[in-house]
C-alpha cells in the first residue's frame, strides 16, 4: 500500500518481508505455537496471546485451560483479574503456517461462569436441543476498509466520491479499493479451515462483503469469529483498519450488516415453505428481542443503519417479502419457487455478536420461546 495514501498508519512503513527469515527458522520437533483468541468485555473486540505446546492438538479439549488480565479487558477489576480462556475451536495458523493453530476460545469468570461477552455458552445449549433439526448458518458479514485518519480507504480527504451505484461487484481502480487485502483474506480463511463461501465489493466504495456457511449448528458463530480476526490481522499488516462499524458513514451511504440466512431439515424438504411462513410469524411476535440481539448495545447502533433507506427495513417495523430487500426478512426467489430453502434475515448489523443471532433465531423459529 503506498505511503502516500497511508501517511498515518505506522504499520504501513513496516518492511514486513523481512519477517520471513525467522518465520523460515525450523521449529523443535513437535513443539507448535497455538494463539489463543477471545472476545473481549465490548462484545465486539478481539483479543489474542501465544503460547508454546509440546504437542500438535487435534481437539480444543486437548489444549490447556489459560487465564488472562480481565481487567484489560473490560471483563473483571484488577482485585480479582484472572478470567479462564476455555480452547472451543482449532484452526490452522496462516500466518504462521507449519502445525501452529489459531485457537478460538470461550471466557468466564473466577466461579467458571461464563463472562457476559461469552454468548457462545447460551448459543450452545439451544443449538444441542435442536441439533435434530440441523440447523444450517449463512452469515454475510460486511465491513468496511478506513485509512488511518478514519476516512474510508481512497476516499477525497476533503470530499467524496461519487455516488453510489458503480462500485457494487466492481471492477476497474476508480471503482474497487483493497482487492489485495480481500484476496488475502480469502485465501487465509480457505488456508485456516474457516468455511468461507465468496467474497464482493459492496455498494460503498471501499465496502466489502465475505460469507461464511452454510455451517451446522455453533460452527456458525465460530467460524463468523475466526474470519473476523483474519480479516483483522491481515489488514494490520497493510496498515489499514477494517471496521464492522454499522454505519461509518453518515447520510445517503448504504450501511454494513451481517445477513444471516437460516434453515432447518424441515424447511429445506419438500412443502418446507410452510416452516419458513411458520417461522416468520413467530418472528414477527418477537421483533424487539431480535433487535435488541443484533447489535452489542442493544440496537442503539442499529438505529442508525435500519432506517427503510439504503437496503434496509426501518428498525421500528417487522416486515418480510419475497426477494424485497427493504425488508426485515426476504424469502429468496428461487426459495418461493421451490416452495423450500431458508429465510435471510437481514437485520443483524454488521458488529453483532453472530452467537447471539443464530440463539435467537433458534429460540424463536424452532424452540418458539
Not at 470530499?159 to 451505484?165: D, H, I, L, V
Not at 414477527?284 to 431480535?290: D, G, I, N
Not at 440496537?299 to 434496509?312: F, H, P, S, W
Request: charged content about 25%; overall charge neutral; hydrophobic content about 30%.
Amino acid at each position: 500500500m503506498s505511503r502516500a495514501v497511508l501517511r498515518d498508519s505506522p504499520n504501513a512503513g513496516i518492511d514486513k518481508t523481512l519477517l520471513n527469515r525467522y518465520l523460515d527458522l525450523p521449529m523443535p520437533e513437535n513443539t507448535i505455537q497455538a494463539k489463543y483468541i477471545w472476545i473481549d468485555g465490548t462484545g465486539e473486540g478481539l483479543r489474542s496471546k501465544t503460547r508454546t505446546v509440546d504437542f500438535i492438538p487435534k481437539d480444543p479439549k486437548e489444549l490447556p485451560i489459560w487465564t488472562y488480565d480481565g481487567s484489560s479487558t473490560y471483563q473483571a477489576d484488577g482485585a480479582n483479574s484472572d478470567i479462564y480462556l476455555t480452547p472451543v475451536a482449532i484452526y490452522r495458523d496462516p500466518f504462521r503456517r507449519g502445525d501452529n493453530k489459531l485457537v478460538l476460545c470461550e471466557t468466564y469468570k473466577p466461579d467458571k461462569t461464563p463472562t457476559e461477552s461469552n454468548k457462545r455458552f447460551a448459543a450452545m445449549q439451544s443449538m444441542e436441543a435442536v441439533k435434530d433439526q440441523e440447523p444450517w448458518f449463512g452469515i454475510e458479514q460486511e465491513y468496511t476498509f478506513l485509512d488511518f485518519d478514519n476516512r474510508p480507504l481512497g476516499w477525497p480527504k476533503n470530499g467524496y466520491p461519487g455516488p453510489q451505484g458503480p462500485y457494487y461487484c466492481g471492477v476497474g481502480a476508480d471503482r474497487v479499493i483493497g482487492r489485495e487485502i480481500v484476496e488475502a483474506h480469502y485465501r487465509a480463511c480457505l488456508y485456516a479451515g474457516v468455511k468461507i463461501a465468496g467474497t464482493n465489493a459492496e455498494v460503498m466504495p471501499s465496502q466489502w462483503e465475505f460469507q461464511v456457511g452454510p455451517c451446522v449448528g455453533i460452527s456458525g458463530g465460530d467460524d463468523l469469529w475466526m474470519a473476523r480476526f483474519i480479516l483483522h490481522r491481515i489488514a494490520e499488516e497493510y496498515g489499514v483498519i477494517a471496521t464492522l462499524d454499522p454505519k461509518p458513514v453518515d447520510g445517503a451511504w448504504n450501511g454494513a450488516g451481517a445477513h444471516t440466512n437460516f434453515s432447518t431439515k424441515t424447511m429445506r424438504a419438500d412443502g418446507g415453505i410452510a416452516e419458513i411462513e411458520r417461522a416468520i410469524d413467530r418472528l414477527s411476535k418477537k421483533h424487539l428481542r431480535h433487535i435488541q440481539a443484533y447489535d452489542p448495545r442493544g440496537g442503539k447502533d442499529n438505529e442508525r443503519r435500519l432506517t427503510g433507506k439504503c437496503e434496509t427495513s426501518s428498525i421500528h417495523d417487522f416486515s418480510a417479502g419475497v426477494a424485497n430487500r427493504n425488508v426485515s426478512i426476504r424469502i429468496p426467489r428461487g426459495v418461493a419457487e421451490d416452495k423450500k430453502g431458508y429465510l435471510e434475515d437481514r437485520r443483524p448489523s454488521s458488529n453483532c455478536d453472530p452467537y447471539s443471532v443464530i440463539d435467537a433465531l433458534v429460540r424463536t423459529c424452532v424452540l418458539n420461546e
